[in-house]
């Protein structure tokens, strides 16, 4: 028996190589309603967090803590940040999208512009000191064109506020807000309705009335958004960029 003591560091050391191997990054998705999982009975709206999870191989797994209408505070208070918190470690990522409802002061979960830059910097601070990687995401445009086609911002003060932290605090920025609006205008005032929530009447049997909402992506929209992130991640996350597959857009 003895002489086949030797061999136990070996087998130890290949045990501990299997487990490492086995253990798959984490990507947390803390946001509201544009990134988060609906229901069956929403269908077909979609948040971009759903289809974002076909986009990664199997040493990844995607945990999608967005809610519907979730602020940043709001997101603190109902525990769901906590979540992150204990679960996130080295090696993780953190993605986080908030404003829509930040923004909104008749909304309870609104914040003033000071406690959402206090909110993220928290996000950022705490998910470093767990060894995750944040990345900081302005809230994806909605679909709003003046008179005479023209796209316009409706998140320019929170989506700047994403901006400024991100910078101060030397973490990764996709700029959704930006690449969103570029892709409506590009698409125009009628092609771009086809992202979002237009059901006409009886279109649809969860929407028997139709519906009209430029804020919340259908299908399509959703996953257009999720492969903005995606190609973002591959120039700005390039650790993270190998482990994605079938993205489209190069």
Not at 6 to 13: E, N, S
Not at 34 to 39: D, P
Not at 121 to 126: A, E, P
């Amino acid at each position: 028996m003895s002489k086949w003591i030797w061999l136990l560091p070996i087998v130890a050391l290949f045990a501990f190589v299997s487990d490492f191997q086995k253990k798959k990054t984490k990507i947390f998705l803390a946001g509201d309603s544009t990134c988060a999982i609906k229901s069956v009975n929403s269908y077909p709206e979609t948040g971009w967090g759903m289809p974002f999870v076909y986009f990664w191989d199997s040493t990844v797994q995607v945990v999608n803590l967005a809610k519907n209408g979730r602020s940043t505070k709001s997101f603190i208070t109902e525990g769901l940040w906590s979540k992150i918190e204990n679960e996130a470690g080295n090696g993780d990522y953190v993605f986080i999208q908030f404003g829509h409802n930040d923004e909104v002061p008749t909304k309870k979960s609104a914040t003033t512009p000071t406690e959402f830059k206090e909110n993220l910097i928290r996000f950022v601070t705490v998910s470093k000191d767990k060894g995750a990687v944040p990345v900081l995401i302005t809230p994806v445009a909605r679909r709003k064109f003046d008179s005479t086609g023209k796209i316009v911002g409706t998140h320019d003060e929170y989506a700047q506020i994403v901006r400024d932290v991100a910078k101060t605090q030397k973490v990764v920025l996709v700029d959704l807000d930006k690449e969103a609006q570029a892709l409506y205008q590009k698409l125009g005032v009628e092609h771009s309705k086809l992202l979002f929530m237009h059901l006409a009447p009886g279109e649809h049997p969860n929407y028997p009335k139709g519906k009209v909402d430029d804020t919340h992506f259908n299908e399509l929209g959703a996953r257009l958004v999720a492969e903005m992130v995606l190609k973002n991640i591959k120039t700005l996350v390039p650790r993270l960029a190998g482990q994605i597959k079938n993205a489209s857009q190069k």
